[in-house]
């Protein structure tokens, strides 16, 4: 029995971020009738900050090995289902110009709103009803099979319940653990959260030491365990960002280490003997800066405390400038947490969902999609993908 007042939807979505849009557009396309929930007064406001304002919505070589979750097979489904071809194609059809950045990233050539006024034209038109600035109080589960969802608003009732209210990470921006409490009111499982995508810190001795070189950028391979990113590196105030740590904290877990190289490509054992044999009068510092920059060579010179010139060093000291150049392992301290994570690691474990329809197997009708599942994508648009597919897919089953 529906309470006066309690308005009823064949669809309910919680969160108009990526994932609850691409959800509600095909849903409403299918003449189903749908609301969508958020607490914020504006739709996608993580696409609007992302890729540095101009939203890195999607990377041409999408495919499930770009993802990390218990279950790596699990996005396949969705993957293929909707792809990156598709979601080019609706950016295209709204001639929203694009390029690729680099590894196959398409950046919007102006805005990243562009994607939000997209998502919203298209939400209109399909006939979603757009609950924004609305709190979720409540979800409960009726007897006949639907769910009741209490907001500041009053009360509504629907057969299928969407949840993507996305992950924790930048609470600042309005990121709950909300999916999280849902899917455990519901009884299912999930797979412990962590901070991905998140610039890396070290302890205040190794900061003390390296604090010179902040600011300074250089290609690198990041690599832990047989994972390994070749990406720009940043050395900040705090630790390492820059994509290719990053991408490597995403793998990374407290009290392990990753092997850095700043040199990729070359090999600089050779490259120094070479050096020494016709330049033996220059200083270790002088050649590695032609190779790296200046602040840095400095700073691996002066570790070495070696001699004055580069003809005394033996083969052995070349060795350890080579490994601490191109085999530079760290112990990171920790990483700058969710308030500065670009996703969250985890979430609802895929066991729990049938993955061509994001529902919970034990409880019909009720979806999760996008960043709340434990399905997390590498940097460079993976991500958004996983929004849209996942989306799609339950918005063709709701
Ligand atoms: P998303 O977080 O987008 O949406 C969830 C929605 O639910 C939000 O609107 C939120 O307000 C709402 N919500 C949460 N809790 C609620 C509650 N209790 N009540 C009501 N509403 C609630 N990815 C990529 O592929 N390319 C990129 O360029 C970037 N760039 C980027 C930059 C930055 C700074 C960040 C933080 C992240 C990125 N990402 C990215 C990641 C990407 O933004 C992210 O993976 C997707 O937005 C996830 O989409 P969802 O729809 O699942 O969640």
Redesign the pocket.
């Known amino acids: 029995m529906t309470l006066p007042g309690s308005k009823f939807y064949d669809v309910v979505v919680?969160?108009?971020?990526?994932?609850?849009?691409m959800c509600a557009i095909e849903a409403g396309k299918r003449g189903r009738s749908v609301a969508i929930?958020?607490?914020?007064p504006s739709?996608?406001?993580?696409?609007r900050?992302?890729?540095?304002g101009?939203?890195?919505?999607?990377?041409i070589n999408a495919s499930a090995k770009n993802f990390i979750s218990k279950n790596p097979r699990f996005a396949i489904s969705a993957l293929s289902r909707y792809t990156q071809r598709d979601f080019i194609a609706l950016v295209e059809r709204y001639g929203i110009a694009y390029h690729e950045k680099t590894l196959g990233q398409l950046?919007c050539d102006g805005s990243a709103k562009q994607i939000i006024e997209m998502l919203v034209a298209e939400m209109l038109r399909h006939g979603v009803e757009l609950r924004l600035g609305?709190?979720?109080k409540r979800v409960e589960h009726r007897v006949d099979g639907g769910f009741r969802v209490a907001l500041s608003t009053g009360d509504v009732v629907c057969k299928s319940l969407v949840i993507?209210?996305?992950?924790k990470?930048?609470p600042k921006?309005?990121?709950?653990g909300?999916?999280y409490e849902i899917a455990s009111q519901f009884g299912l499982k999930l797979v412990e959260t962590r901070p991905g995508?998140v610039p890396l810190t070290f302890d205040p001795a190794t900061l003390a030491r390296l604090e010179p070189l902040s600011g300074i950028a250089v290609d690198a391979v990041a690599q832990h365990g047989k994972t390994r990113f070749a990406e720009a590196m940043l050395f900040t105030h705090r630790g390492l960002s820059g994509p290719a740590i990053l991408q490597i904290s995403s793998y990374w877990r407290e009290g392990d280490e990753i092997t850095l190289s700043m040199l990729p490509g070359i090999d600089v054992f050779a490259t120094l003997k070479a050096a020494k044999a016709e330049r033996g009068k220059q200083a270790l510092q002088t050649v590695l800066a032609t190779l790296l920059p200046k602040r840095l060579a400095q700073l691996i010179a002066e570790a070495e405390q070696g001699p004055a010139n580069l003809a005394d060093f033996s083969d052995k000291a070349l060795r350890r400038v080579e490994a601490a150049t191109n085999a530079w392992r760290v112990k990171p301290l920790g990483s700058e947490g969710y308030r500065?994570?670009?996703?969250t690691l985890g979430g609802v474990d895929t066991d729990e969902l049938d993955p061509k329809t994001m529902a919970a197997k034990a409880v019909p009708g009720l979806h999760f999609?996008?960043?709340?599942v434990d399905v997390t994508?590498w940097?460079?648009?993976?991500?958004?993908?996983?929004?849209w597919s996942s989306?799609w897919v339950a918005g063709q089953a709701v």
Do not use: P
Request: with cysteine; proline share 0%; charged share 10%.
């Open positions: 919680l969160g108009a971020g990526a994932a609850g849009m929930v958020d607490h914020s739709a996608g406001d993580k696409i900050i992302s890729g540095g101009r939203c890195n919505f999607t990377n950046f609305t709190e979720i993507a209210t996305g992950g990470s930048i921006m309005g990121a709950t909300f999916g995508l500065t994570a670009e996703v999609i996008g960043e709340v994508g940097l460079g648009g993976y991500n958004f993908q996983w929004a989306g």
